[in-house]
């Protein structure tokens, strides 16, 4: 079973930063984009940031500048840095990978359980 976990969220206060990461685990035999979603309370999920097996990048544009997405495929883990945390980054934030199975003939988008991050003014 291939699933995601996710680790480093927390609380933190304005202007300070966390950094979550994200490790896929078993049978995979590749693993396409990995992002990172997020979803305040009353709203949609939305794209924060992604990045292509190749290392090429995108942002939403509240995070740019401000956040970084890395990612390691020898150890199938995706990173996110964030900086200069604001109140309005507080949400739930989920790990999404586009990950082909050993044992599948096609790649399907799995998600993290979420972890909490939470920006104090």
């Known amino acids: 079973q291939v699933q995601l976990v996710e680790s480093g969220g927390g609380l933190v206060q304005a202007g300070g930063s966390l950094r979550l990461s994200c490790a896929a685990s078993?049978?995979?035999?590749?693993?396409?984009?990995m992002a990172w979603y997020r979803q305040a309370p009353g709203k949609q999920r939305e794209l924060v940031a992604g990045i292509t097996g190749g290392g090429s990048t995108n942002y939403a544009d509240s995070v740019k500048g401000r956040f970084t997405i890395s990612r390691d495929n020898a150890k199938n883990t995706v990173s996110l840095q964030m900086n200069s945390l604001k109140p309005e980054d507080t949400a739930v934030y989920y790990c999404?990978?586009?990950?082909?199975?050993?044992?599948?003939?096609?790649?399907?988008?799995?998600w993290g359980q979420g972890t909490q991050v939470t920006v104090s003014s």
């Open positions: 078993g049978s995979i035999r590749s693993i396409n984009v």
């Open positions: 999404n990978a586009h990950i082909r199975p050993d044992s599948a003939g096609a790649t399907f988008s799995y």
